[in-house]
T-cell receptor, first 112, second 114 residues
Framework: DQQVKQNSPSLSVQEGRISILNCDYT??????FLWYKKYPAEGPTFLIS?????DKNEDGRFTVFLNKSAKHLSLHIVPSQPGDSAVYFC???????????FGTGTRLQVTL | GAGVSQSPSNKVTEKGKDVELRCDPI?????LYWYRQSLGQGLEFLIY????????KSGLPSDRFSAERTGGSVSTLTIQRTQQEDSAVYLC????????????FGSGTRLTVV
Protein backbone atom coordinates (compact mmCIF):
# COMPACT_ATOMS: atom_id res chain seq x y z
CA ASP A 1 0.00 0.00 0.00
CA GLN A 2 1.90 3.02 -1.32
CA GLN A 3 0.61 5.90 0.80
CA VAL A 4 2.93 8.44 -0.82
CA LYS A 5 3.22 8.32 -4.59
CA GLN A 6 5.55 10.01 -7.00
CA ASN A 7 4.22 8.95 -10.36
CA SER A 8 6.99 10.44 -12.48
CA PRO A 9 10.19 8.42 -12.08
CA SER A 10 12.18 10.98 -14.04
CA LEU A 11 12.06 14.55 -15.30
CA SER A 12 14.36 16.48 -17.62
CA VAL A 13 14.40 20.27 -17.58
CA GLN A 14 16.57 22.88 -19.26
CA GLU A 15 18.78 25.07 -17.12
CA GLY A 16 16.98 28.27 -16.16
CA ARG A 17 13.49 26.80 -16.60
CA ILE A 18 11.07 25.74 -13.88
CA SER A 19 11.15 22.18 -12.52
CA ILE A 20 7.89 20.87 -11.07
CA LEU A 21 7.95 17.65 -9.10
CA ASN A 22 4.67 16.13 -8.00
CA CYS A 23 3.60 13.97 -5.09
CA ASP A 24 0.24 12.45 -4.12
CA TYR A 25 -0.77 10.91 -0.83
CA THR A 26 -3.68 8.81 0.34
CA UNK A 27 -3.52 8.98 4.14
CA UNK A 28 -5.67 11.87 5.42
CA UNK A 29 -3.84 11.69 8.76
CA UNK A 30 -0.69 13.09 7.17
CA UNK A 31 -0.18 16.66 8.33
CA UNK A 32 3.49 17.34 7.67
CA PHE A 33 5.26 16.99 4.36
CA LEU A 34 8.90 17.18 3.43
CA TRP A 35 11.07 17.03 0.34
CA TYR A 36 14.49 15.42 0.40
CA LYS A 37 17.20 15.54 -2.22
CA LYS A 38 19.58 12.65 -2.84
CA TYR A 39 22.82 12.55 -4.79
CA PRO A 40 24.34 9.19 -5.80
CA ALA A 41 26.19 7.38 -3.00
CA GLU A 42 24.95 9.90 -0.43
CA GLY A 43 22.10 9.88 2.03
CA PRO A 44 19.03 12.04 1.40
CA THR A 45 19.25 15.61 2.68
CA PHE A 46 16.36 17.74 3.86
CA LEU A 47 15.27 20.40 1.38
CA ILE A 48 11.98 22.01 2.38
CA SER A 49 8.83 21.19 4.32
CA UNK A 50 5.25 22.29 4.77
CA UNK A 51 2.64 21.68 7.42
CA UNK A 52 -1.01 21.14 6.64
CA UNK A 53 -1.99 24.53 8.06
CA UNK A 54 -0.26 26.19 5.11
CA ASP A 55 -0.66 25.86 1.38
CA LYS A 56 2.69 27.29 0.35
CA ASN A 57 6.20 27.49 1.71
CA GLU A 58 9.06 29.21 -0.06
CA ASP A 59 12.80 29.01 0.49
CA GLY A 60 14.92 30.71 -2.12
CA ARG A 61 14.52 28.93 -5.44
CA PHE A 62 12.39 26.21 -3.87
CA THR A 63 8.65 26.43 -3.23
CA VAL A 64 6.37 23.69 -2.01
CA PHE A 65 2.63 23.86 -2.63
CA LEU A 66 0.08 21.79 -0.75
CA ASN A 67 -3.46 21.07 -1.96
CA LYS A 68 -5.12 19.23 0.93
CA SER A 69 -8.43 18.63 -0.82
CA ALA A 70 -6.62 16.91 -3.68
CA LYS A 71 -4.05 15.29 -1.37
CA HIS A 72 -1.38 16.62 -3.66
CA LEU A 73 1.83 18.53 -3.18
CA SER A 74 4.39 19.83 -5.59
CA LEU A 75 7.93 21.17 -5.45
CA HIS A 76 8.83 24.03 -7.77
CA ILE A 77 12.45 24.88 -8.49
CA VAL A 78 13.00 28.21 -10.23
CA PRO A 79 15.36 28.71 -11.95
CA SER A 80 16.65 25.17 -12.31
CA GLN A 81 20.42 24.71 -12.16
CA PRO A 82 22.62 21.76 -13.20
CA GLY A 83 23.50 21.18 -9.51
CA ASP A 84 19.84 20.46 -8.87
CA SER A 85 20.20 17.19 -10.79
CA ALA A 86 19.42 14.54 -8.18
CA VAL A 87 16.66 12.23 -6.97
CA TYR A 88 13.92 14.04 -5.06
CA PHE A 89 11.85 12.21 -2.45
CA CYS A 90 8.55 13.37 -1.07
CA UNK A 91 7.86 12.28 2.53
CA UNK A 92 4.95 12.60 4.93
CA UNK A 93 4.14 12.16 8.57
CA UNK A 94 1.07 12.58 10.69
CA UNK A 95 -0.61 12.22 14.04
CA UNK A 96 1.56 10.45 16.54
CA UNK A 97 3.62 8.73 13.85
CA UNK A 98 7.27 8.60 14.70
CA UNK A 99 8.42 7.89 11.18
CA UNK A 100 8.31 9.36 7.71
CA UNK A 101 6.60 7.64 4.80
CA PHE A 102 8.51 8.21 1.58
CA GLY A 103 7.59 8.16 -2.07
CA THR A 104 9.62 6.29 -4.67
CA GLY A 105 11.48 9.38 -5.84
CA THR A 106 11.78 11.41 -9.04
CA ARG A 107 15.10 11.70 -10.80
CA LEU A 108 15.58 15.29 -12.02
CA GLN A 109 18.06 16.00 -14.78
CA VAL A 110 18.80 19.65 -15.48
CA THR A 111 20.39 20.02 -18.88
CA LEU A 112 22.53 22.86 -20.19
CA GLY B 1 31.53 12.93 14.36
CA ALA B 2 29.84 15.62 12.35
CA GLY B 3 27.47 13.31 10.50
CA VAL B 4 25.81 9.91 10.63
CA SER B 5 28.37 7.23 9.88
CA GLN B 6 27.44 3.86 8.43
CA SER B 7 29.63 0.85 7.86
CA PRO B 8 30.40 -0.98 5.74
CA SER B 9 29.54 1.16 2.72
CA ASN B 10 29.22 -1.95 0.58
CA LYS B 11 28.63 -5.56 1.54
CA VAL B 12 28.36 -8.59 -0.72
CA THR B 13 27.24 -11.75 1.01
CA GLU B 14 26.16 -15.22 0.06
CA LYS B 15 22.54 -16.25 0.42
CA GLY B 16 21.96 -17.81 3.82
CA LYS B 17 24.72 -15.93 5.64
CA ASP B 18 24.12 -13.42 8.45
CA VAL B 19 25.16 -9.78 8.11
CA GLU B 20 25.54 -6.90 10.53
CA LEU B 21 25.21 -3.28 9.49
CA ARG B 22 26.40 -0.51 11.78
CA CYS B 23 25.17 3.03 12.32
CA ASP B 24 26.92 5.67 14.40
CA PRO B 25 24.49 8.59 14.85
CA ILE B 26 25.22 12.23 15.49
CA UNK B 27 26.23 12.79 19.09
CA UNK B 28 23.26 13.93 21.16
CA UNK B 29 20.63 12.71 18.72
CA UNK B 30 18.19 10.64 20.71
CA UNK B 31 16.17 9.30 17.79
CA LEU B 32 17.61 6.75 15.37
CA TYR B 33 15.88 5.25 12.34
CA TRP B 34 16.65 2.49 9.88
CA TYR B 35 15.21 2.60 6.38
CA ARG B 36 15.97 0.60 3.29
CA GLN B 37 15.66 1.38 -0.39
CA SER B 38 15.22 -1.53 -2.75
CA LEU B 39 15.69 -1.05 -6.48
CA GLY B 40 12.90 1.12 -7.87
CA GLN B 41 11.28 1.57 -4.47
CA GLY B 42 10.98 4.40 -2.02
CA LEU B 43 12.59 4.48 1.37
CA GLU B 44 10.91 1.80 3.48
CA PHE B 45 10.80 2.30 7.24
CA LEU B 46 12.28 -0.56 9.26
CA ILE B 47 12.74 0.41 12.91
CA TYR B 48 12.87 3.47 15.19
CA UNK B 49 14.69 3.98 18.49
CA UNK B 50 13.91 6.89 20.81
CA UNK B 51 15.92 7.27 23.97
CA UNK B 52 15.20 4.48 26.44
CA UNK B 53 11.74 3.73 25.05
CA UNK B 54 10.89 0.40 23.48
CA UNK B 55 11.76 0.55 19.79
CA UNK B 56 9.09 0.74 17.09
CA LYS B 57 9.78 -2.43 15.13
CA SER B 58 6.65 -2.24 13.00
CA GLY B 59 8.58 -1.95 9.72
CA LEU B 60 10.80 -5.00 10.08
CA PRO B 61 9.83 -7.28 7.16
CA SER B 62 10.46 -10.61 8.88
CA ASP B 63 11.86 -12.16 12.04
CA ARG B 64 15.19 -12.53 10.26
CA PHE B 65 15.66 -8.82 10.85
CA SER B 66 16.61 -7.39 14.23
CA ALA B 67 18.28 -4.26 15.52
CA GLU B 68 19.69 -2.99 18.73
CA ARG B 69 20.98 0.28 19.99
CA THR B 70 23.60 0.11 22.70
CA GLY B 71 23.99 2.88 25.23
CA GLY B 72 21.64 5.11 23.30
CA SER B 73 24.24 5.60 20.60
CA VAL B 74 25.54 3.07 18.05
CA SER B 75 22.98 0.82 16.40
CA THR B 76 23.43 -2.51 14.66
CA LEU B 77 20.95 -3.95 12.16
CA THR B 78 21.30 -7.72 11.82
CA ILE B 79 19.87 -9.77 8.99
CA GLN B 80 19.98 -13.52 9.52
CA ARG B 81 19.92 -16.10 6.75
CA THR B 82 20.02 -13.43 4.06
CA GLN B 83 17.86 -13.81 0.96
CA GLN B 84 18.27 -12.19 -2.44
CA GLU B 85 15.26 -9.95 -1.80
CA ASP B 86 17.20 -8.41 1.10
CA SER B 87 19.48 -6.72 -1.43
CA ALA B 88 19.00 -2.99 -0.97
CA VAL B 89 20.61 0.16 0.34
CA TYR B 90 20.14 0.33 4.10
CA LEU B 91 20.00 3.89 5.39
CA CYS B 92 20.29 5.08 8.95
CA UNK B 93 19.08 8.49 10.12
CA UNK B 94 19.23 10.27 13.44
CA UNK B 95 17.52 13.34 14.84
CA UNK B 96 16.81 15.19 18.03
CA UNK B 97 13.61 13.55 19.28
CA UNK B 98 11.23 13.54 16.28
CA UNK B 99 12.61 16.68 14.72
CA UNK B 100 12.18 15.94 11.04
CA UNK B 101 14.07 19.11 10.13
CA UNK B 102 17.10 17.62 11.74
CA UNK B 103 16.65 14.18 10.22
CA UNK B 104 20.20 13.47 9.08
CA PHE B 105 20.87 10.42 6.97
CA GLY B 106 24.05 8.46 6.63
CA SER B 107 25.27 7.53 3.15
CA GLY B 108 23.99 3.99 3.54
CA THR B 109 25.19 0.42 3.23
CA ARG B 110 24.63 -1.22 -0.13
CA LEU B 111 23.90 -4.88 0.56
CA THR B 112 24.06 -7.38 -2.26
CA VAL B 113 23.02 -10.98 -1.60
CA VAL B 114 24.31 -13.39 -4.23
Amino acid sequence: DQQVKQNSPSLSVQEGRISILNCDYTNSMFDYFLWYKKYPAEGPTFLISISSIKDKNEDGRFTVFLNKSAKHLSLHIVPSQPGDSAVYFCAASGGTASKLTFGTGTRLQVTL
Amino acid sequence: GAGVSQSPSNKVTEKGKDVELRCDPISGHTALYWYRQSLGQGLEFLIYFQGNSAPDKSGLPSDRFSAERTGGSVSTLTIQRTQQEDSAVYLCASSVDRDFYGYTFGSGTRLTVV
